[in-house]
């Protein structure tokens, strides 16, 4: 038998993707064995993962034989192929109208559908009945992932051409067991499905290298917790150990992730719905409040949301406000002054009818039931990981949420408890 050489198994590996790409391609546009095309795509895809990982993915990094370098050359591919798509997403007709309006509902309408302007995509009024599916947190979990398209029947919808798209609110890698397979199975999504998938950024999916080569991630990893729980621990340990991968992986990732979108806006008959990670910018944003007489006094366009110069009274960004922040729901203090403040029912009220928002979904919170609904039915907090062998978060009954056109928002839980 002929031991391949490494450089021949990353070249083996690109062959096969370009190939699941093709094949992928060919099967959407069969117009025989409808009923089975889904099925067709979904196993080619799980082959295609399953090929080169074992089912448990930290097994990888115990197996001192298990072979990176096959995976840093096709995540290197990967990301490269999503910041394209990412690029061509990026409408002038919408910049112009966020960086000129306040009231999206306004806009919405009229904007380039599925468009990004300023990391906002405008998912505008549409005379196709699209089914959106607003999925939270994964956290690395890449079997709770796999069990999400299977219960959206998500394989089947795109081969059949039935409108579906899916929205996932960031936090993609950290805390649970496959934080390379799950944006690994991500990304291939959204390069063989572009208009099926978007992506958001969440307060998990960043760092960035120092000077001094150490990184600096953007939140603090608790004592007790191992390491390699997190991505960028874990791949710059596999780094260190002269595994296969590069550092230049890493600096990939970090630089993908800085470029997610943070927004996403859906028209329905009842109003719009703004999707993101954490919740609002900062009331008052820090200043004195003598300044304005409501909170978002100080947003003038929708443009500002992601592009606003100053920091808060915490030394963050208005970026990191709609990562971190959390719907108040009793308890504990607003913590105004912290990076993770929480807002209360007033606030959401005052930023809602600032900029024409009807109701809000966000991830970011861990609840047992999956999901939890605040300030009287207009903030939707949905958690996407759980239950399975791959997730941090086991007891945590996993939840998608679907927008339909009229508005109506209904959650589905997608995980059989064992
Ligand atoms: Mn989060």
């Given amino acids: 038998m002929i031991k391949k050489s490494p450089t021949t198994k990353q070249q083996d590996i690109i062959s096969s993707l370009l ?60 990301i490269v192929e999503v910041m394209d798509i990412i690029k061509n997403e990026q409408s002038i007709a919408n910049q112009i109208l966020i960086e000129n309006n306040i009231d999206v509902k306004q806009i919405l309408p009229q904007a380039e559908d599925s468009k990004l302007a300023h990391g906002v995509y405008m998912f505008s009024k549409n005379d196709l009945d699209i089914e959106y599916i607003v999925i939270g947190d994964v956290h690395s979990d890449d079997q709770s992932v796999v069990k999400l398209l299977d219960a959206t029947d998500f394989y089947h919808k795109v081969a059949t051409d039935v409108k579906i798209k899916l929205i996932f609110m960031g936090d993609y890698v950290d805390r649970g067991k496959a934080h390379l397979k799950t944006l ?46 997190y991505f960028p621990k874990y791949l710059e340990q596999i780094i260190n150990d002269g595994r296969g991968i590069e550092i230049k992986l890493l600096e990939d990732y970090f630089m993908l992730f800085d470029h997610l979108p943070y927004i996403a806006f859906i028209w329905t008959e009842s109003g719009v719905v703004q999707c993101v990670h954490g919740g609002l910018p900062k009331p008052f944003f820090g200043r004195d409040h003598l300044d304005f007489t409501q909170p978002y006094d100080f947003i003038e366009t929708l443009s500002m949301l992601t592009c606003y ?103 589905h839980h997608f995980i059989e408890s064992i």
């Fill in 184 to 229: 690994e199975r991500i990304l291939l999504l959204k390069i063989l499905f572009p208009e099926n998938i978007y992506l958001l950024r969440g307060n998990h999916d960043g760092g960035k290298f120092q000077e001094d080569g150490t990184i600096k991630l953007p939140y603090r990893i608790p004592d007790q917790d191992q390491l390699v729980d």
């Fill in 309 to 411: 110069p100053e920091l808060d009274n915490a030394g963050a960004t208005i970026l990191e406000n709609l990562m971190w922040s959390d719907p108040y729901n009793g308890g504990e203090d607003y913590k105004m002054a912290y990076k993770r403040f929480k807002f209360t029912h007033e606030h959401f009220n005052a930023y809602a009818e600032k900029i024409g928002i009807w109701k809000m979904l966000r991830g970011h919170e861990a609840r047992a039931e999956g999901f939890e609904i605040n300030h009287q039915g207009l903030v939707y907090t949905i958690f996407s990981s759980g239950d399975t062998l791959d997730s941090h978060y086991n007891g945590v009954d996993a939840c998608y949420a679907q927008v339909k056109q009229s508005g109506d928002i209904v959650i």
């Fill in 19 to 78: 190939l699941l790409i093709k094949q992928v391609k060919t099967l959407k546009v069969d117009s025989m064995y409808k009923a089975e095309k889904g099925t067709k795509i979904k196993y080619s895809i799980d082959a295609f993962i399953d090929a080169h990982w074992p089912i448990y993915h930290t097994e990888a990094l115990m197996n001192e034989s298990f072979d990176f370098s096959v995976i840093n050359k096709l995540h290197q591919h990967l």
